[in-house]
């Protein structure tokens, strides 16, 4: 299986020490999930966790290399404008990318039909 965890997952999952989306990171650490990323999502992680979560510059850019050095990278050609928010684009085009058959998200705006 094959899944992109959008910014959010990524976040919970670095933060947190239990809970599913910790479990997602734990399974693809230990090879039992293939993860997909991009440069895009990676730029947005680390800057979620300087903003939201204080992590030193240091820490936040060490912490976004060990999930690229752990995730399969895409770099979308293109990024068709389909959400609201841009951002979502950035996501749902690396899950094209990726080919991935499952994204892992808790934004409502992807989630919604």
Request: hydrophobic share 50%; with cysteine; glycine share 4%.
């Amino acid at each position: 299986m094959k899944a992109l965890l959008d910014t959010n997952v990524l976040a919970s999952a670095i933060t947190s020490p239990r809970g599913a989306p910790r479990a997602l990171l734990e399974a693809a650490i230990l090879g039992q999930l293939e993860i997909c990323t991009s440069q895009a999502l990676m730029a947005e992680l680390e800057e979620c966790l300087l903003e939201i979560f204080h992590f030193e510059r240091l820490a936040a850019a060490a912490t976004c290399e060990a999930i690229e050095r752990l995730a399969t990278m895409v770099e979308p050609i293109a990024v068709p404008a389909v959400c609201r928010d841009p951002d979502d684009d950035q996501v749902l085009a690396a899950a094209l990318t990726g080919g991935v058959t499952h994204l892992v998200t808790r934004d409502k705006d992807l989630l919604s039909e």
